[in-house]
């Protein structure tokens, strides 16, 4: 299909966008890389009246760091995210969950920050960066704040931005002393997830001392897996008391039916997936 007709604006600097989503509100659309936008608009699902292309607005992309934090541009690409070594090092949850995100031709022209904006809760990206703790820094015509990830995601496909806020970095604490797996179940190699599971695991002389559980495609948001999280915290690193707490994995989750899978399901795979992850994080497989 073709999309319905809209002005289209190409800014050049942060503050430059912010002013054109000021002035539109409501009636406007931020593209970044695309991938999640443009299907939307061609499928006419929007019809916003601007497109603000932020693509090439200098200092958007890139890894830092930033004392025990690393701090991501929001324009860097998936394919970016996976390799960049300082990502590898200190947040390797991230760069696992962001490989398995669609095709290599996405990951080459999405991007995180379009990926958290979007706020699809099938997606991966968002319950890595739940799990890890991260903070989201958008900047609107009053300047910059910080979200914390837990409350960024609001409901299905909507988050915390106003209107004439711009997503522009993500701010991961370093997660070096920590073992990490993504799991995830989907009907198609590059097909959405009907179930991930990101897992973090800090272990200390033979027991699990923290665990963090973000879960995808569980309710309008991803969500973290507290109950379970709860459940392990100074458990045996052993694979029992592993099963026994990813049991309660699918406790406070509001699952969707669709085509894809009933709740039931989705609850019976999300102690099924949590159970691996926290396995092969804890490093018991």
Same mark, same amino acid.
């Given at each position: 299909?073709?999309?319905?007709? %809209?002005? &289209? =604006?190409?800014?050049?600097?942060?503050?430059?966008?912010?002013?054109?989503?000021? @002035?539109?509100?409501?009636?406007?659309?931020?593209?970044?890389?695309?991938?999640?936008? @443009?299907?939307?608009?061609?499928?006419?699902?929007? %019809?916003?009246?601007?497109?603000?292309?932020?693509?090439?607005?200098?200092?958007?992309?890139?890894?830092?760091?930033?004392?025990?934090?690393? $701090?991501?541009?929001?324009?860097?690409? +998936?394919?970016?995210? $996976?390799? #960049?070594?300082?990502?590898?090092?200190?947040?390797?949850? @991230?760069?696992?969950a962001t490989a398995t995100v669609a095709d290599p031709a996405v990951r080459h022209r999405g991007t995180?920050?379009?990926?958290?904006? +979007?706020?699809?809760?099938?997606?991966?990206? /968002?319950?890595?960066?739940?799990?890890? #703790?991260?903070?989201?820094?958008? *900047?609107? /015509?009053?300047?910059?704040? !910080?979200?914390?990830?837990?409350?960024?995601?609001?409901?299905?496909? *909507?988050?915390?931005?106003?209107?004439?806020?711009?997503?522009?970095?993500?701010?991961?604490?370093?997660?070096? =002393?920590?073992? %990490?797996? &993504?799991?995830? %179940? *989907?009907?198609?190699?590059?097909?959405?997830?009907?179930?991930?599971?990101?897992?973090? $695991?800090?272990?200390?002389?033979?027991?699990?001392?923290?665990?963090?559980?973000?879960?995808?495609?569980?309710?309008?948001? /991803?969500?973290?897996?507290?109950?379970?999280?709860?459940? @392990?915290?100074?458990?045996?690193?052993?694979?029992?008391?592993?099963? !026994?707490?990813?049991?309660?994995?699918?406790?406070?989750?509001? /699952?969707?039916?669709?085509?894809?899978?009933?709740?039931? &399901?989705?609850?019976?795979?999300?102690?099924?997936?949590?159970?691996?992850? $926290?396995?092969?994080?804890?490093?018991?497989?």
């Amino acid at each position: 299909m073709i999309p319905a007709s %809209f002005e &289209y =604006a190409r800014p050049r600097t942060v503050e430059e966008a912010v002013g054109q989503l000021a @002035l539109a509100g409501e009636e406007a659309k931020v593209l970044a890389g695309g991938q999640s936008l @443009l299907p939307i608009l061609r499928m006419r699902l929007a %019809f916003p009246e601007l497109l603000v292309d932020v693509g090439r607005i200098p200092g958007l992309r890139g890894v830092r760091t930033d004392g025990d934090t690393l $701090v991501i541009g929001a324009l860097t690409s +998936h394919h970016d995210v $996976v390799h #960049d070594p300082l990502v590898r090092r200190h947040a390797g949850l @991230l760069a696992a969950a962001t490989a398995t995100v669609a095709d290599p031709a996405v990951r080459h022209r999405g991007t995180i920050g379009g990926s958290l904006a +979007h706020a699809d809760p099938a997606g991966d990206v /968002p319950a890595a960066v739940l799990a890890l #703790d991260a903070e989201l820094v958008v *900047q609107g /015509p009053d300047g910059r704040r !910080s979200v914390p990830a837990r409350e960024f995601f609001t409901d299905y496909l *909507q988050t915390a931005l106003r209107p004439d806020e711009l997503l522009v970095e993500v701010r991961v604490p370093k997660a070096d =002393a920590w073992g %990490f797996h &993504y799991e995830k %179940f *989907q009907l198609s190699a590059q097909a959405w997830a009907v179930v991930g599971v990101a897992a973090l $695991v800090r272990r200390d002389d033979g027991r699990i001392v923290e665990s963090r559980v973000g879960l995808s495609n569980m309710g309008p948001t /991803p969500v973290r897996a507290t109950a379970c999280e709860e459940a @392990l915290a100074g458990a045996d690193a052993a694979p029992d008391a592993v099963a !026994s707490a990813a049991d309660s994995a699918a406790e406070g989750t509001r /699952p969707a039916s669709d085509l894809s899978a009933s709740a039931e &399901y989705r609850e019976h795979l999300a102690r099924v997936l949590t159970r691996r992850a $926290v396995l092969a994080a804890a490093d018991l497989t």
